[in-house]
């Protein structure tokens, strides 16, 4: 099974700028979509978004749409998440997921890393 393991989380100021990585423990092209969910305090966990086992197809949350951007570096098993124009609602545990191809459930999570937005 694959590991997943977040990082570049933290505090930035609304309108700034972060990116999110998620490292693979194995190639993920072609074995699994990858995607990144979001949980704030007291509420549940959203998605944010995500892209296809070959790479040819995003899919982003409404709230997140032409603010971010899902990504992947096959050669080092990297996924990013690039998140820009930054609000305060953004802030959230943000999570990055891996769906086995032929499944309809993200199996794999990661542990999760912290992003605050100030005002």
């Known amino acids: 099974q694959v590991q997943l393991v977040e990082s570049g989380g933290g505090l930035v100021q609304a309108g700034g700028s972060l990116r999110l990585s998620c490292a693979a423990s194995?190639?993920?092209?072609?074995?699994?979509?990858m995607g990144w969910f979001r949980q704030a305090p007291g509420h549940e966990r959203e998605f944010v978004t995500s892209?296809?086992?070959?790479?040819?197809?995003?899919f982003h949350a409404d709230s997140v749409r032409g603010r971010f951007t899902i990504s992947t570096d096959n050669a080092k098993n990297m996924v990013y998440l690039q998140m820009s124009s930054l609000k305060p609602e953004d802030t959230a545990v943000y999570y990055c997921a891996a769906r086995p191809t032929g499944t309809t459930e993200y199996r794999y999570w990661g542990q999760g890393t912290q992003v605050t937005v100030s005002s």
């Open positions: 194995e190639r993920t092209d072609g074995r699994y979509a």
């Open positions: 892209i296809t086992e070959n790479g040819e197809a995003t």
